[in-house]
């Protein structure tokens, strides 16, 4: 990082990685020391209160990285604390095979639960939400009924007793920071999640899918290594609780436990760890408060739960979230930096042409694109416009992987980019924006673009889970490149505030910042003046074609004519899927068929 | 007819609405007065589509919008047909799964039931196409005929203002003169029309007025009989004349 | 033997091929699937029991007043539960908002009514037969409703302003059809339905607050393999689902019925993500 006294990134760093780090930790630094002294000050009966709300917690963490992060509203994920607790009770009692050693049990009945996380949570990938929390709901009393009925193993409804851990763990206060240690571990993991990559990745494919695709992120893989995941913990925390319990039998596990879990990720907040901590506490200790009403636990568990989705859907992380609730500036104008482009994208690239050869689509008798050729050169601003319905963005789709083709195709130098495998084009340098921008509002404008590098990142789910120093590189390299992104386009003051606190038009930009952290060979952009005012569009436009001096070629699908006359080096015009015409601005302008089929008759 | 500036039957002051975050149109004013036809043209993504959503109530809007002398704030779309003023939305669409005479009773939903059934034949009487078809589903209609269909069940209503989206959009020339001599007739029988169009000649030859709308703003209002009003049309499409 | 499984996986698939109507019913209206279809199921059992049995109401009363409680618990489910969070930009939230509703009523049974299954009146003083009521009252409930919504949606104004709001809300609206009074009143046809299979299938269930996540689940069946929104796929798939359930229930016995009846429906719907007869899914961008 060289000296350059007008790009704002060093105090953001500061702000990770100094002072800032310190204000965001220091909650869990107070649970931390509250917990590591909790035996100085509080009885044995608060003790195992402790205890539970520490062995839910470990569940919990895994799941919230499941429902909260990946936005999977897995209901019954209770099945795998069910799994996990008889998988080691069983196994440490020695009911099928000689008794094993409860550690050894434990990590057993963790790598079953990862088995099993991914085999309940692969619906995920193919069902809409709604079916898909059902199937989980199904799961739940199918191992329920499972345990009651497999008599031999589990005991049936008479059940088991569960492990008994060595000491020092055998005792109540022993036991107490096993748990406790455990989850501090799950926490320090999770919240490692949450600030990497993959945090991000899971918040981009809750909210904002298709551009999550876009900048590469591929959600298959990332969920199952979610689910591997959740699982191994859930099944962990199942083996503690059957510690807890002394003896499991079906009838512990029941949906409302289900419930509970899911609640308190829910009145924690969404993408948030300590929300969801301070959640699953208050969970766990609200039936010792409200003792009367001990049966009516659960019922007022969903009255919480309708409330905090009517009321407050971001919970309580959005509550004690002031950092946000600061004002911002009014009168904010959008002044981008192209002069900051070649630093960002490099020089000397030549990735090819990208062509469209005799492409057709279409839907349901009506001709989207009808054999239409098109060639975007690298270093040029390539004008696609047309009519209400010629077939503009089907084009732009087409090129980004979201349609394919019925004839014809795409091809970047030459090589054919395979339809429908969206998440590849990323790789292929090409980066898109969309016609409303799709961003995750809850998520900071720096994490936001930062979405856009995560392929560049080295580090795997399991370095980045343990902080492993390529973990920490990746996240140094992404936030220094993101940051210079958002300097490009001049929105580096906005980097720490909350995305849908921003004004539509610099939204736009911000998505611009997110494509250009691909160092796109391609940028396509699918109507970006909308909403813009007369200013903003020719700040735009002068910025469009600062990225195409460094080289990139970029693809503008626009209904504003005068910014494609004054930018663009080429322009085509679609008429009901077909080429109309394609020339020179000039030459587009004065043509009489254009000019006809714009303005009709 | 020359409508008293005063009172005419539409009255839209310094309208702005949008998407959400999306600002789409600002400070818009317009007026159509009682039997008058006014088109409404411009280029794609000007904001035409929005204004008349913003109008019948199907957006949420701030400004003024008077109809009838009555103030449309607050009104959504079943409050403005009961008061008169039909929307027909683009994209001629119609209830496809259900046949051509329930489109038509749905749409004088609210209406006793014998006061259906003649506005229903009296709509019927504007496209006779159709009348022939009415036990069939409109998914069997062709576009020209769901379009005819869909300006029908704005009909029904016998409304003092008839909104029309691009009615001619994807239809074919001989069909969309059917559906503007309809137009026609209607601006005899006391109607008014607020018509949104791509195509410019056959607006122009239908309307009293024009006004042009790019970017979100109103760029051109004339008379229809003004001259010069093409070449200033598409200047004021591709604002060419200020540069 | 035989005829007793058929008649049996008949009931119990017409009572799940209701819910599944439940659910459907109020898809239509809202584009949004509520975890209170089979609490609605649970509920019309209950309060069957609640009237006729526990307060001695007239059989005829005590239906009458089920099914109004049905319609009760649908409206509140709209106005509750579907209605706040259709405005809002998240899609999933009516997921926990339905879920919390149903736990709340399901929670509240469990406490005020009993743990346990409580006994439901027999509805015809008839001698117990062969053919029994408790298994020819679902399929005429299931029957009935069947008619009733053909005619309702064939033959009346209200039936085509559901179809219209379901085929295409956006131009329902702008034709100025009262929306939001026809989705309350979708909801409520929807309780009543609920309800319906609850009371009808009284007999075969009992009146027992576990009959709602047992009802949720199974009813759901129905939708995910018939389609949404797809009432005849619903009865077609309801009936199968009962008669291979009951047949498993014959052949390996409970607990494994249900295993073979969970994996089987699991299977099929990743095979077919939208239903046996759906459509697959357009993606807009």
Redesign the interface.
């Known amino acids: 990082m060289t000296q350059t006294p007008t790009v704002q990134s060093r105090p953001a760093r500061a702000a990770v990685f100094g002072a800032g780090a310190f204000a965001h930790a220091w909650p869990f630094l107070a649970l931390l020391v509250i917990g590591l002294t909790l035996p100085l000050f509080a009885g044995g009966y608060w003790g195992v209160i402790a205890t539970r709300a520490c062995v839910y917690w470990v569940l919990v963490a895994g799941l919230n990285l499941m429902v909260g992060f990946a936005?999977q509203?897995a209901?019954g994920w209770v099945a795998l604390l069910t799994l996990g607790a008889y998988t080691t009770s069983v196994l440490a009692a020695g009911n099928v095979m000689p008794a094993l050693h409860p550690y050894l049990a434990l990590a057993i009945a963790g790598a079953i639960g990862a088995v099993f996380g991914v085999i309940v949570g692969l619906?995920a990938l193919?069902?809409?939400?709604?079916?898909f929390?059902?199937?989980t709901?199904?799961?739940a009393?199918?191992v329920t009924?499972?345990a009651?009925?497999w008599q031999s193993v589990t005991g049936g409804g008479v059940g088991v007793p569960g492990p008994i851990f060595p000491a020092p763990f055998d005792s109540q206060w022993g036991f107490y920071y096993f748990c406790f240690g455990l989850a501090a571990i799950c926490t320090w993991m999770t919240m490692n999640i949450a600030a990497s990559r993959f945090g991000r990745a899971l918040t981009a494919i809750r909210d904002a899918e298709?551009a999550a695709e876009a900048s590469g992120i591929a959600k298959p893989a990332l969920l199952v290594t979610v689910f591997l995941f959740s699982g191994a913990v859930a099944a962990i925390s199942g083996g503690l609780f059957a510690s807890l319990q002394s003896y499991i039998t079906p009838d512990a596990f029941t949906?409302d436990l289900s419930?509970l879990f899911f609640i308190a990720i829910?009145i924690g907040g969404r993408g948030s760890i300590l929300g969801p901590v301070l959640g699953t506490i208050l969970l766990t200790v609200l039936p010792e408060f409200a003792a009367p009403l001990v049966?009516?636990s659960?019922?007022l568990?969903?009255?919480l739960?309708?409330v905090i989705?009517?009321a407050m859907?971001g919970g309580i992380a959005e509550l004690i979230d002031f950092k946000n609730r600061r004002p911002l500036q009014s009168n904010r104008a959008i002044v981008p930096r192209p002069d900051l482009l070649p630093r960002l994208l490099g020089t000397n690239r030549d990735p090819g042409t990208l062509t469209l050869e005799q492409v057709a689509l279409s839907f349901g008798g009506v001709h989207a694109v009808d054999g239409l050729d098109l060639t975007i050169r690298p270093g040029e601003v390539h004008g696609l416009i047309g009519?209400?319905?010629s077939g503009k963005?089907t084009t732009l789709?087409v090129i980004s992987g979201?349609y394919a083709p019925q004839s014809g195709t795409a091809k970047l130098d030459g090589v054919v980019l395979p339809a429908l495998v969206r998440h590849t084009r990323a790789r292929h340098r090409i980066a898109r924006t969309?016609q409303?921008p799709r961003l995750v509002?809850e998520a900071s404008v720096l994490d936001n673009v930062m979405i856009g590098g995560t392929i560049d990142g080295r580090g795997t789910f399991a370095e980045s889970l343990l902080s492993l120093p390529r973990h920490r590189r990746d996240e140094a390299m992404l936030h220094e490149t993101a940051m210079l992104a958002l300097a490009t386009v001049g929105l580096e003051s906005l980097a720490a505030v909350r995305a849908d606190r921003l004004?539509?038009s610099e939204?736009r930009f911000v998505e611009i910042a997110r494509g250009l952290m691909l160092r796109p060979a391609f940028l396509l952009l699918d109507?970006p003046a909308?909403?813009l005012s007369?200013e903003e569009i020719t700040r735009l436009g002068a910025f469009l074609v600062a990225i195409a001096k460094t080289g990139t070629g970029v693809l503008l699908v626009e209904?504003?004519?005068?910014l494609i006359?004054d930018i663009c080096h080429h322009v085509t015009v679609l008429n009901l899927g077909k080429m109309l015409a394609a020339g020179t601005p000039a030459e587009i302008?004065s043509h009489p068929e254009v000019?006809n089929a714009?303005?009709?008759? | 007819m020359p409508i008293s500036a005063a009172d005419p039957l539409l009255r839209i002051a310094g309208l702005s609405t949008g998407y959400g975050k999306i600002g789409v149109l600002r400070g818009i004013d317009l007026t159509v007065g009682a039997s008058e036809v006014v088109a409404l043209l411009g280029p794609n993504g000007a904001g035409k589509t929005t204004l008349l959503r913003a109008v019948s109530g199907l957006l949420p809007w701030s400004g003024g919008v008077h109809f009838d002398g009555r103030d449309l704030s607050g009104s959504g779309p079943r409050e403005t047909a009961k008061a008169g003023l039909a929307h027909v939305i683009e994209g001629h669409r119609v209830f496809t799964q259900q046949s051509v005479l329930d489109n038509l009773r749905l749409a004088a939903y609210d209406l006793r039931r014998g006061e259906r059934a003649a506005r229903v034949e009296e709509a019927f009487g504007f496209f006779p196409e159709i009348a022939a078809k009415r036990h069939e589903r409109a998914v069997a209609l062709s576009g020209g005929q769901q379009q005819m269909l869909a300006v029908a069940q704005g009909l029904v209503r016998r409304p003092r203002l008839l909104m029309l989206d691009e009615p001619s959009a994807g239809l074919s020339p001989v069909l969309v003169d059917r559906v503007f001599v309809v137009v026609r007739r209607l601006r005899e029988t006391g109607t008014a029309v607020l018509l949104v169009e791509q195509l410019i000649e056959k607006a122009l030859a239908l309307a009293d007025r024009v006004y042009a709308l790019a970017r979100g703003a109103i760029v051109l209002e004339a008379r229809t009989d003004e001259v010069d009003l093409p070449r200033r049309l598409e200047h004021a499409y591709f604002a060419i004349a200020d540069r | 033997m035989l005829e007793s499984i058929v008649s049996s996986g008949v009931a119990i698939g017409c009572i799940y091929a209701l819910i599944g109507v439940t659910y459907n019913v109020m898809f239509s209206a809202s584009r949004v699937f509520s975890f209170t279809a089979g609490t609605l199921g649970m509920i019309g059992g209950v309060l069957g029991s609640l009237f006729i049995l526990r307060t001695g109401m007239p059989i005829a009363l005590g239906f009458v007043l089920a099914l109004a409680g049905g319609a009760l618990l649908g409206v509140v489910t709209e106005i509750v539960a579907v209605r706040p969070v259709l405005k809002s930009l998240d899609q999933h939230l009516y997921v926990l908002s339905t879920l919390a509703l149903a736990l709340i009523v399901q929670q509240y049974t469990a406490i005020e009514w009993s743990t346990e299954p409580q006994p439901f009146p027999r509805i015809f003083d008839i001698v117990r037969g062969g053919f029994d009521q408790q298994y020819w009252l679902p399929m005429l409930a299931c029957a009935a409703v069947i008619v009733g919504l053909e005619l309702l949606y064939r033959h009346t104004l209200v039936g085509h302003a559901f179809l219209a709001i379901a085929e295409d809300n956006y131009a329902a609206r702008a034709l100025g059809l009262p929306e939001r009074g026809l989705r309350m009143a979708s909801f409520a046809l929807a309780g009543v339905i609920g309800a319906l299979a609850g009371f009808a299938g009284g007999q075969l269930l009992l009146a027992f607050f576990a009959n709602a996540p047992l009802l949720t689940f199974y009813g759901f069946v129905p939708v995910a393999l018939g389609g949404m929104g797809n009432n005849r796929g619903a009865v077609v798939a309801g009936l199968i689902l009962g008669l291979f359930q009951q047949s498993a229930n014959f052949l390996v016995g409970g607990i494994f019925a249900s295993v073979a009846v969970f994996a089987a429906f699991i299977v099929v719907l990743l095979a077919f993500p939208e239903g046996l007869a759906g459509a697959p899914v357009q993606r807009r961008v």
């Open positions: 936005g509203l209901i619906p193919r069902l809409r939400t709604f079916y929390a059902i199937t709901l199904g799961f009393t199918i009924q499972i009651l009925a298709v949906i419930v829910l049966a009516w659960t019922f568990y969903a009255v739960l309708l989705v009517l859907p009519p209400n319905g963005t789709n979201y969309f409303t509002g004004q539509h939204l109507e909308a909403g007369a209904h504003h004519a005068d006359f302008r000019v714009y303005l009709g008759g």
